[in-house]
């Protein structure tokens, strides 16, 4: 499923009704959680979050004219996904997530090295969600990201 937009609320608008609202109810928990100086734009046909680069000047290190990346939302064919770079390289952050899940949902948690499929659009733990975006600030983002880089 390819959607092209150029912001946001135009990718969000493309979608089936029922999808458009996970979106919406997604961006809203994001945008009210995520800790200050993130932003939300687009970024490889997702909405994403990001730490720009009047904070991170350096960018990311594969598009050094581009912003970090720290999470996206989009909707699949047959899934919602949320990518998030934190659990990717923090495997404390990862086991915390793990143990937790199973407290908000009855779903079997499927998900890949960053990546959080909801195929059951019912089922989208959104207090976990708010929570987990919560726990790492742009700071903690960059110092993470930064010393993954080093390795």
């Not at 734009?41 to 990001?50: K, P």
């Amino acid at each position: 499923m390819s959607i092209f937009a150029n912001n946001p609320d135009e990718y969000q608008n493309q979608l089936s009704p029922e999808r458009q609202i996970v979106i919406a109810k997604l961006r809203q928990c994001l945008l009210e959680n995520i800790p200050k100086g993130f932003e939300e734009t687009m970024s490889y046909g997702m909405i994403a979050y990001v730490v720009p680069l009047s904070i991170y000047p350096s960018g990311y290190h594969c598009k050094k004219n581009e912003p970090l990346p720290f999470l996206s939302i989009a909707s699949q064919k047959n899934f919602i996904a949320i990518y998030h770079m934190g659990l990717y390289s923090d495997e404390s952050l990862l086991q915390w997530f793990q143990h937790e899940y199973p407290k908000y949902t009855n779903t079997r948690l499927d998900m890949g090295k960053s990546c959080i499929r909801f195929k059951k659009l019912d089922d989208i733990p959104y207090p976990l969600i708010e929570e987990l975006v919560r726990k790492i600030s742009v700071e903690d983002w960059i110092q993470c990201y930064e010393s993954q880089m080093k390795k």
